[in-house]
């Protein structure tokens, strides 16, 4: 879970949840420096969330597997469903007070 606890790391497990891809893919599309998606990889990679690849010069990183895409799924499930809940009780609050 202490994998979740960083923006970046969830970005970056999010997209893998859609396929592999290498550095310079994930660096495009969660918006990050390539030295940075290439931290967060070495951690991921430790704490045995995802796995990497050589093809060629290039090394493509995927998650580890299915259960990995699961977990993600989830806790993106349960931060939709708190931000829902979030913005739904905040408004009853105002109706409350008007």
Known sequence: MGALST??????????TKGPCSVGELSSEVEME????SHQLRI?????????????RHVVYGLFDSHVAALIAEALRHI?????????????EM???V
């Open 44 to 56: 991921l990679r430790d704490l045995g969330l995802v796995a990497g690849n050589r093809r060629g």
């Open 34 to 37: 390539q030295p940075a998606v």
């Open 80 to 92: 939709d469903h708190v931000a829902t809940a979030g913005s739904t009780s905040r408004g009853r």
């Open 7 to 16: 923006a970046s790391r969830v970005q970056i497990l999010a997209r893998l």
């Open 95 to 97: 109706e409350m007070k």
